[in-house]
């Protein structure tokens, strides 16, 4: 199974560039991970939110194929423990999904395209968290199922 997580815009701060790194350099060893950078829209000044999330969405779309498995992270969604996610993770795996997507929206969420097309919504906290840090928590707790599954000592219950 590969996954990917879609995001919009490029990482401008060094230390979480480093970070998603150093997590997909970690996931390796258990599983094919990629980020997919789509970048900022421009001209967003004259583009209503609707506008905005409907291009974005396009773009989302456009790296989605029919038989992937999409999950959105968003503020709305189920939340998980670390082993409930990582349990989640391991059922994605076992049921034959070849390709796991996880998708974090722009500043305005996603598009009704969007959502008609995810087959989950996940929430990584009842807290507010920039999109920046978003990509870094979600692979270090990507990484954290990971190990969960293997029954390495990272997790601590």
Known sequence: MKVKLIVIGKTDSKYIKEGNTEYLKRLKHYINAEIIVIQDLKNTKNLSEQQQKKKEGELILNHVKDNDFVVLLDENGGQYSSVE????????????????????????????EVYQKAN??????????????????????????????????????
């Open 85 to 112: 996610f990582s349990k989640f993770i391991e059922k994605q795996m076992i049921s034959g999904v070849k390709n796991l997507i996880f998708v974090i929206g722009g500043p305005y969420g996603f598009s009704d």
């Open 120 to 157: 989950k919504k996940i929430s990584l906290s009842r807290l507010t968290f920039s999109h920046q840090m978003v990509r870094l928590i979600f692979l270090e707790q990507l990484y954290r199922s990971m190990t969960i599954l293997k029954g390495e000592p990272y997790h601590h219950n």
